[in-house]
């Protein structure tokens, strides 16, 4: 059964670029939650999208944006790059959104961002 | 607001001993859960152990069990017979408001060293 699957593993870019990472949810699964981990820190949520439409947000500028497409697959844009955003991204994946429960949410190997 | 405070940054343990890792969290909630994640050098998060505010007895799974005390809002994780496999970061984690979204609040992480 596969797991969350994001693309690419590492990436490298300059200042002023644009970045798109990709994020495969786990079978069954048809949420996508995005979070931003800087070096040294915990997760932050950037947003979720469920029903191809993000159904919430973060506390991230508009140059972060997303996709979801209907086999549930996302896309996390980001533009005009800063050396902030260095970070790892890390994808999760859920059935209806984050449950309660949250068993079912399942956490890709994320996509090594490095802003130079 | 959710917060999650995590104030060891760093611990290490020798193989077999027992450690236990701190958590300090606030919210307004009364019924809520509380979830311990390991992310080891493979980056991918993965779920350690969860707890139900509203249960008394505190979680246990294998060699992974927590100190729960609601009053205090202190969540630890205590790991028995530790081994090299436990080496990773270590994440407390709080899920927003059940009417207020879909996101989970994580702690800055211990990174957690076994020493053979």
């Known amino acids: 059964d596969a797991g969350v699957t994001q693309s690419p593993t590492h990436l490298i870019k300059t200042r002023g670029q644009q970045v798109t990472l990709r994020c495969s949810p786990k079978s069954g699964h048809d949420t996508v939650s995005w979070y931003q981990q800087a070096l040294g820190q915990g997760p932050q949520f950037i947003f979720q999208?469920?029903?191809?439409?993000?159904?919430q947000r973060g506390n991230f500028p508009d140059r972060f944006s997303g996709h979801q497409f209907p086999n549930y697959s996302s896309e996390l844009n980001v533009n005009a790059l800063l050396l902030g955003d260095s970070a790892l991204y890390l994808c999760?994946?859920?059935?209806?959104?984050?449950?309660?429960?949250?068993?079912?949410?399942?956490f890709g190997s994320g996509t090594r961002l490095t802003v130079v | 607001a959710q917060t999650v405070t995590q104030s060891q940054p760093e611990m290490s343990v020798q193989e077999a001993e027992t450690v236990t890792l701190s958590c300090t969290y606030d919210t307004s909630e009364s019924d809520y859960y509380l979830f311990w994640y390991k992310q080891p050098p493979s980056r991918q998060m993965i779920l350690v152990i969860r707890?139900?505010?509203?249960?008394?007895q505190n979680a246990t799974e294998n060699r992974f069990s927590v100190n729960f005390q609601k009053a205090a809002k202190s969540f630890s994780l205590k790991i028995s017979d530790s081994q090299l496999g436990d080496a990773a970061m270590y994440f407390c984690?709080?899920?927003?408001?059940?009417?207020?979204?879909?996101?989970?609040?994580f702690g800055t992480g211990t990174s957690l060293t076994v020493i053979p």
């Open positions: 707890q139900e505010a509203y249960k008394q």
């Open positions: 984690a709080l899920p927003s408001p059940s009417n207020t979204g879909n996101q989970f609040y």
């Open positions: 999760a994946s859920s059935l209806g959104g984050l449950s309660r429960e949250s068993y079912g949410y399942t």
């Open positions: 999208y469920y029903e191809e439409e993000e159904r």
